[in-house]
């Protein structure tokens, strides 16, 4: 498998929302992996809710091998060096206990339980992850300026 790692176009967004409970809103932008020889979607982290410091994520992961071929790195390589956030949260469901054993592996906390939120009986469990205790980033970066001087 060939796979690559790339920003999310529109074309991908078909793929992405048959796993991925987001909306497509004005400020959503993602990172997808993609078979190259085949075009099909292996993972992707879709980014909304932005603000000064933080962007909300969904992630799903179709086939595990990414991890391998450092998706999750890049993915908070981007969030916490190239955008220049301190956090990112989200909101799992919690009977999708595979999610939440996945977010707690790469380093999310919980931060609180809303309850029913997501359905009767189906609580939204809150994650944060802060940029200083993000183990797959290099602290080293400075924030990478996107405006031009």
Same mark, same amino acid.
């Given at each position: 498998?060939? %796979?690559?790692?790339? @920003? ?7 793929? %992405?929302?048959?796993? #991925?409970? =987001? ?5 959503? !932008?993602?990172? &997808? @992996?993609? /078979?190259? /020889?085949?075009?099909?979607?292996? =993972? =992707?982290? &879709? ?23 450092? +998706?999750?790195?890049? #993915?908070? /390589?981007? %969030? +916490?060096? !190239? ?14 206990? =595979?999610?939440?054993? +996945?977010?707690?592996?790469?380093? +999310?906390?919980?931060?609180? &339980?809303? !309850?029913? @939120?997501? /359905? ?7 994650? &944060? ?19 031009? !001087?």
């Amino acid at each position: 498998m060939n %796979v690559v790692i790339r @920003a999310m176009d529109p074309m991908d967004w078909p793929a %992405v929302s048959e796993h #991925v409970h =987001a909306l497509l809103v004005q400020d959503t !932008t993602g990172i &997808v @992996a993609v /078979d190259a /020889d085949t075009g099909d979607l292996l =993972a =992707a982290a &879709v980014f909304d809710n932005w603000t000064a410091t933080s962007v909300q994520i969904h992630v799903t992961i179709v086939n595990k091998w990414v991890i391998k071929e450092k +998706f999750i790195e890049k #993915v908070f /390589d981007y %969030v +916490f060096n !190239t955008a220049g956030k301190l956090m990112i949260y989200g909101l799992t469901p919690s009977n999708n206990e =595979a999610s939440l054993k +996945f977010n707690k592996h790469v380093g +999310f906390e919980e931060v609180m &339980v809303m !309850t029913d @939120a997501y /359905d009767v009986g189906i609580d939204y469990i809150v994650t &944060v992850l802060h940029r200083d205790n993000c183990k797959w980033i290099d602290h080293g970066k400075e924030k990478r300026s996107s405006s031009s !001087t």
